[in-house]
């Protein structure tokens, strides 16, 4: 009996310290309802697209805290971090305030697509031997200008030389006829339209880099008695290349050239030049090959940063002060 009772007494006074304990707030775990729990960004920066090499500005920025009390704090004093001066692959801008973050993504434009560079601010030439001329140009996202807001060296050669350029691009869109959009079903509707001119001074077509794609398919040049479009196997990148060339001699009699990307170490791309040259063999065109030009990729790192949105597309700048030059210079030599 006096065991069961010193038990019982034990217990008691474990009880009266633990609810002393509580009572006082000693060892308590509750929540400062004050504590912030997640941070908002309740107004954006009054800025928030950028061009390369610019710094970031907060101004206008409003941060807000979410407390534990469910209540919100509005425009905290928080802190900020940006990569400075901003490129495109830095980019976030990371605020801070009571332990916790929030990140905010910019909009970064690269360098070479500064306004100064636009088709806009691009001064004619005093005088050209391209002026009064036509070209068409078939393609895809390089002959578009994916990365320089779709103005590309087709536009500034245009511009630049008082000549006109018509151009078909479509981006990601392969030579070989592999959907409505491949470039062989693209020119094939092309020569269909009322506006399709009857004359060209020169047809220009991209060595599209979509057909990396589709290495298997490449396929090989036909023999050289094989001359009729009907004849080429289009779903083939070969195929489609000899009957886009074909197809341009039969209707407009004129220089027939492609051209390359500019170098961007590609094997496979490689691969896809080599066959170009066995079409350009055959059937006696042109060519403007960017790619092993070694004068042209000749530039230091700050120029392909400038000049270059990736490996593939160029800028603005790109285009209008790298690429569009060569291409008045081989075709100012067409006879």
Same mark, same amino acid.
Request: aromatic share 12%; hydrophobic share 35%.
């Given at each position: 009996?006096?065991?069961? @009772?010193?038990?019982?007494?034990?217990?008691?006074?474990?009880?009266?310290?633990?609810?002393?304990?509580?009572?006082?707030?000693?060892?308590?775990?509750?929540?400062?309802?004050?504590?912030?729990?997640?941070?908002?960004?309740?107004?954006?920066?009054?800025?928030? /697209? *950028?061009?390369?090499?610019?710094?970031?500005?907060?101004?206008?920025?409003?941060?807000?805290?979410?407390?534990? &009390?469910?209540?919100?704090?509005?425009?905290?004093?928080?802190?900020?971090?940006?990569?400075?001066?901003?490129?495109?692959?830095?980019?976030?801008?990371?605020?801070?305030?009571?332990?916790?973050?929030?990140?905010?993504?910019?909009?970064?434009?690269?360098?070479?697509?500064?306004?100064?560079? $636009?088709?806009?601010?691009?001064?004619?030439?005093?005088?050209?031997?391209?002026?009064?001329?036509?070209?068409?140009?078939?393609?895809?996202?390089?002959?578009?200008?994916?990365?320089?807001?779709?103005?590309?060296?087709?536009?500034?050669?245009?511009?630049?030389?008082?000549? /006109?350029?018509?151009?078909?691009?479509?981006?990601?869109?392969?030579?070989?006829?592999?959907? $409505?959009?491949? *470039?062989?079903?693209?020119?094939?509707?092309? @020569?269909?339209?009322? $506006?399709?001119?009857?004359? #060209?001074?020169?047809?220009?077509?991209?060595?599209?880099?979509?057909?990396?794609?589709?290495?298997?398919?490449?396929?090989?040049?036909?023999?050289?008695?094989?001359? &009729?479009?009907?004849?080429?196997?289009?779903?083939?990148?070969?195929?489609?290349?000899?009957?886009?060339?074909?197809?341009?001699?039969?209707?407009?009699?004129?220089?027939?050239?492609?051209?390359?990307?500019?170098?961007?170490?590609?094997?496979?791309?490689?691969?896809?030049?080599? @066959?170009?040259?066995?079409?350009?063999?055959?059937?006696?065109?042109? +060519?403007?090959? #960017?790619?092993? &030009?070694?004068?042209?990729?000749?530039?230091?790192?700050?120029?392909?940063?400038? *000049?270059?949105?990736?490996?593939?597309?160029?800028?603005?700048?790109?285009?209008? $002060?790298?690429?569009?030059?060569?291409?008045?210079? +081989? @075709?100012?030599?067409?006879?």
């Amino acid at each position: 009996m006096k065991k069961k @009772l010193l038990h019982f007494t034990v217990l008691a006074f474990a009880m009266l310290f633990i609810c002393s304990a509580l009572a006082c707030g000693t060892g308590s775990t509750k929540e400062d309802p004050k504590a912030v729990k997640s941070l908002a960004i309740g107004v954006k920066p009054d800025v928030t /697209t *950028y061009y390369e090499g610019d710094t970031f500005d907060p101004a206008g920025t409003r941060i807000d805290a979410n407390l534990a &009390d469910g209540s919100i704090q509005e425009g905290v004093a928080y802190e900020y971090e940006a990569t400075t001066p901003l490129t495109a692959k830095g980019y976030k801008v990371k605020f801070s305030y009571g332990g916790q973050t929030v990140v905010l993504n910019l909009d970064i434009i690269r360098a070479g697509n500064r306004p100064e560079y $636009d088709l806009e601010n691009t001064e004619p030439l005093a005088s050209s031997p391209l002026a009064g001329k036509t070209y068409f140009w078939l393609g895809s996202s390089v002959t578009r200008g994916e990365h320089s807001d779709g103005q590309s060296m087709a536009d500034f050669l245009a511009k630049r030389n008082n000549c /006109t350029c018509i151009k078909e691009a479509v981006s990601g869109t392969p030579l070989l006829d592999n959907s $409505d959009k491949s *470039y062989v079903k693209r020119f094939d509707a092309f @020569l269909q339209r009322e $506006d399709c001119p009857e004359q #060209l001074d020169a047809f220009i077509c991209q060595l599209s880099t979509n057909d990396l794609k589709f290495a298997d398919q490449f396929g090989d040049v036909t023999a050289d008695d094989v001359r &009729d479009p009907k004849d080429f196997d289009v779903t083939t990148t070969a195929g489609a290349m000899e009957y886009i060339v074909c197809k341009a001699q039969q209707k407009w009699n004129c220089p027939v050239l492609f051209y390359t990307n500019s170098n961007f170490q590609n094997e496979t791309y490689e691969k896809e030049i080599a @066959l170009m040259d066995k079409v350009i063999a055959k059937w006696d065109i042109g +060519v403007i090959d #960017l790619y092993r &030009d070694e004068a042209f990729n000749n530039i230091t790192a700050e120029q392909k940063n400038l *000049y270059m949105g990736d490996n593939v597309h160029p800028t603005r700048a790109g285009y209008r $002060d790298w690429w569009t030059p060569k291409f008045e210079e +081989v @075709l100012g030599g067409l006879k």
